[in-house]
């Protein structure tokens, strides 16, 4: 199994709404990845969890909260939005951080913030 | 700051002809480049890694050059098709210890046409 799923495929949602995105990957992996990616941009990293320790964070607004309760699965809550944060977040998983290892991406939920 | 740009912008080819996509960083020190096929809507997938000692790789229809002392590398596609429309992304590592942190390109949007 070389895939990583992410659920919902696609999110609209209001500026007080509370939300959760999903990702979740079998290949043992030990390190996964939220991007956010708009519209012809290329993607920007958000966070990088390492052993299930976040290891990154570049700078996200509260308002992104990751989790990651096990080594296969990530959550990212979503709470009180703005309509600025509609795009595209994909979740990407590697067997670690170091050069060598791939990234593999998810299909990405698009997420609508209205 | 580290930079990653990719030319052309766009690009139109007909079904059965080839082309090239181009790549050109600052990252510093440099650990490797891939090369990404980004779907619509889907997330990218690897299409080739490049190491520093690598001049070209090749993927199938798709055949990756890297020059690391200009710091330029081509994607060539032979004898296209409808399928590889899609964007074309170059995302290079550095080399700076722990976390290797990845720099995405522009991406190049390429449309086959019959």
């Known amino acids: 199994d070389t895939e990583v799923t992410q659920t919902p495929k696609h999110l609209v949602m209001g500026m007080t709404n509370k939300k959760s995105l999903k990702c979740e990957q079998h290949?043992?992996?030990?390190?996964m990845y939220w991007y956010k990616q708009k519209a012809k941009k290329p993607p920007e990293l958000m966070f990088v969890?390492?052993?299930?320790?976040?290891?990154i964070n570049e700078s996200v607004p509260s308002r992104f909260s990751p989790e990651c309760p096990n080594s296969s699965l990530l959550n990212l809550h979503l709470h009180a939005l703005q309509p600025e944060d509609s795009a595209l977040y994909l979740c990407?998983?590697?067997?670690?951080?170091?050069?060598?290892?791939?990234?593999?991406f998810g299909p990405g939920t698009r997420l609508t913030v209205t | 700051k580290n930079q990653v740009e990719q030319s052309p912008q766009s690009l139109i080819i007909l079904e059965g002809k080839n082309c090239t996509l181009q790549c050109n960083y600052t990252v510093s020190p440099f650990s490797n480049l891939r090369w990404y096929k980004q779907d619509t809507g889907r997330g990218p997938v690897s299409l080739t890694i490049?190491?520093?000692?690598?001049n070209t790789k090749s993927n199938g229809r798709y055949t990756a050059t890297l020059d690391a002392d200009t710091k330029q590398s081509s994607l060539h596609i032979t004898a296209s098709q409808l399928s590889d429309s899609a964007s074309y992304i170059c995302v290079v590592r550095e080399n700076s210890g722990g976390y290797q942190k990845v720099t995405f390109g522009t991406g190049t949007k390429l449309q086959v046409i019959p």
């Open positions: 490049m190491t520093f000692s690598e």
């Open positions: 290949m043992g992996h030990r390190a």
């Open positions: 990407a998983s590697s067997h670690g951080t170091g050069e060598v290892y791939e990234q593999y």
């Open positions: 969890y390492s052993y299930e320790k976040l290891s």
